[in-house]
């Protein structure tokens, strides 16, 4: 019995083996391990959600207008979707790679491994605002509305994956379905109110659905992109502007799901109080670090692939080294402001720098102010640890592979 069992292990061993060496080797996958550990962590979004809901259905019982009722929630609201949208899109692009190729199941392509672990360290500041605003009625966001889903994370020198495509086809059409039913929800409210509509609302309904009639479309025409790519094959323009049509159907859905208990947000960026935000502002004191440190800044990409190689910790100890062993206030302040930026939509993941420490290289939708640099929109960025300052650029050089430390 003892020898039938070992035997078993043994050849459980043998296949899990094979299928590393199938996605790592072959398919040149990532382990999707930290993905999936987020995705446990975020199990209180649908909690907090219904007490929202619970919140809303008590008030407009206790004779608040619907809209007002809305209006009290609109905060936690807005920021629980933003949970919820980056859960629901990790958890598409993970189902669509499974069912694209069983046999890399635990693996992902690096661009969607990227994407999902960059949604992923967005859902526990949507949960903190949550919380924050629906236990506090005199909560300010720190935060310019509406909130932009993100950031978007971009594929470098090659096409898009399809099972990525199709991910993301999966998590618009469900984020869509939201955006309906919440609609929905609204306009059953406020067509049992007991008090006269204000032309307002209902022109605000009117808005609503026009904006999910412009993000249909904008879906649409994605998926018929992505039928071209997967049916007869198709040029890397075909690729990206399916991935473009994708991205804005989701931006736009996602702003209807705000919108329904903030009809200002379709009338432009409402943004955050200056009180809220000047309230994380910090003195910044150069830190002494390790070189074991240096592995927070870098890429997810960079901390997926290297970390815990040979080839990682002696860059990160070289790194280390040249740096003094310290993490400088400039740098501390670059890191804060480009997290907001983030946050907030005004920037976004496209790559990582090849050169240790492997920090992210960002891009700007927006004309940015970051550790006193003025960076202009659609500009990539990032900070030159080996020189202390802020590099911009329209484009930066692009390589293949992970480099060995600059001189």
């Given at each position: 019995?003892?020898?039938?069992?070992?035997?078993?292990?043994f050849?459980?061993?043998?296949?899990?083996s094979?299928?590393?060496?199938?996605?790592?080797?072959m398919?040149?996958?990532?382990?999707?391990?930290?993905?999936?550990?987020?995705?446990?962590a975020?199990s209180?979004i649908?909690?907090?959600?219904?007490?929202?809901?619970?919140?809303?259905?008590?008030?407009?019982?206790?004779?608040?207008?619907?809209w007002?009722?809305?209006?009290q929630?609109?905060?936690?609201?807005?920021?629980i979707?933003?949970a919820?949208?980056?859960?629901?899109?990790?958890?598409?692009?993970l189902?669509a790679d499974?069912?694209?190729?069983?046999?890399?199941?635990?693996?992902?392509p690096h661009?969607?491994?990227d994407?999902?672990?960059?949604l992923?360290?967005q859902?526990e500041p949507?949960?903190?605002?949550?919380?924050a605003a629906?236990?506090?009625?005199?909560?300010v966001p720190?935060?310019?509305?509406?909130?932009?889903?993100?950031?978007?994370?971009?594929?470098?020198?090659?096409?898009?994956?399809?099972?990525?495509?199709?991910?993301?086809i999966?998590?618009?059409r469900?984020?869509?379905?939201w955006?309906a039913?919440?609609?929905?929800?609204?306009s059953?409210?406020?067509?049992?109110?007991k008090?006269?509509?204000?032309?307002?609302?209902?022109n605000h309904?009117?808005?609503?659905?026009?904006?999910?009639?412009q993000?249909?479309?904008?879906?649409r025409?994605?998926?018929?992109?992505?039928?071209?790519?997967?049916?007869?094959?198709?040029?890397?323009?075909?690729h990206?502007?399916?991935e473009n049509?994708l991205w804005?159907a989701t931006?736009?859905?996602?702003?209807?799901?705000?919108?329904?208990a903030?009809?200002?947000?379709?009338?432009?960026?409402?943004?955050?109080?200056?009180?809220?935000?000047?309230?994380?502002?910090?003195?910044?004191?150069?830190?002494?670090?390790?070189?074991?440190?240096?592995?927070?800044?870098?890429?997810?990409?960079?901390?997926?692939?290297?970390?815990g190689?040979e080839?990682g910790?002696?860059?990160?100890?070289?790194?280390c080294?040249?740096m003094?062993g310290?993490?400088?206030?400039?740098a501390?302040?670059?890191?804060?402001?480009?997290?907001?930026?983030?946050?907030?939509?005004?920037?976004?993941?496209?790559?990582?720098?090849?050169?240790?420490?492997?920090?992210?290289?960002y891009k700007?939708?927006?004309?940015?102010?970051?550790?006193?640099?003025?960076?202009?929109?659609?500009?990539?960025f990032h900070?030159?640890?080996?020189?202390?300052?802020?590099?911009?650029?329209?484009?930066f050089g692009?390589?293949?592979n992970?480099?060995e430390?600059e001189?």
């Amino acid at each position: 019995m003892q020898n039938s069992t070992q035997a078993k292990s043994f050849v459980g061993s043998m296949r899990e083996s094979a299928h590393n060496f199938y996605a790592t080797a072959m398919r040149g996958e990532v382990s999707d391990a930290n993905v999936r550990g987020y995705l446990r962590a975020a199990s209180q979004i649908e909690d907090i959600w219904q007490q929202i809901d619970d919140k809303i259905a008590a008030a407009i019982a206790a004779g608040t207008a619907p809209w007002d009722a809305y209006g009290q929630l609109r905060y936690p609201l807005a920021f629980i979707r933003a949970a919820r949208a980056c859960q629901v899109f990790v958890e598409q692009l993970l189902a669509a790679d499974a069912a694209f190729d069983p046999k890399t199941v635990g693996y992902l392509p690096h661009v969607t491994y990227d994407q999902a672990d960059a949604l992923c360290h967005q859902i526990e500041p949507g949960l903190e605002r949550a919380v924050a605003a629906l236990n506090d009625p005199n909560f300010v966001p720190d935060v310019s509305l509406p909130l932009v889903i993100g950031p978007r994370i971009e594929s470098e020198g090659a096409p898009c994956p399809v099972p990525h495509l199709e991910g993301m086809i999966a998590a618009t059409r469900e984020i869509r379905e939201w955006a309906a039913g919440l609609i929905a929800q609204y306009s059953n409210a406020i067509a049992q109110a007991k008090v006269e509509v204000p032309q307002a609302i209902t022109n605000h309904i009117t808005a609503l659905q026009g904006q999910l009639a412009q993000g249909d479309s904008q879906l649409r025409y994605g998926s018929d992109l992505v039928g071209q790519v997967t049916q007869y094959g198709a040029t890397p323009q075909l690729h990206e502007d399916a991935e473009n049509s994708l991205w804005e159907a989701t931006q736009k859905f996602f702003l209807v799901n705000q919108a329904v208990a903030m009809p200002e947000l379709l009338r432009g960026t409402v943004p955050a109080p200056r009180s809220a935000q000047g309230a994380r502002r910090t003195a910044y004191r150069d830190m002494r670090i390790r070189p074991a440190d240096l592995w927070r800044v870098a890429a997810p990409s960079a901390r997926s692939e290297i970390r815990g190689t040979e080839f990682g910790t002696d860059e990160m100890n070289e790194m280390c080294e040249k740096m003094g062993g310290i993490l400088s206030a400039g740098a501390q302040q670059y890191l804060d402001e480009t997290e907001a930026a983030v946050a907030r939509g005004d920037a976004y993941i496209i790559a990582a720098m090849a050169n240790c420490p492997f920090e992210p290289l960002y891009k700007a939708r927006r004309p940015l102010e970051i550790a006193g640099a003025n960076i202009p929109i659609g500009y990539e960025f990032h900070w030159n640890f080996h020189r202390g300052h802020i590099e911009t650029a329209p484009r930066f050089g692009r390589v293949d592979n992970w480099q060995e430390c600059e001189e």
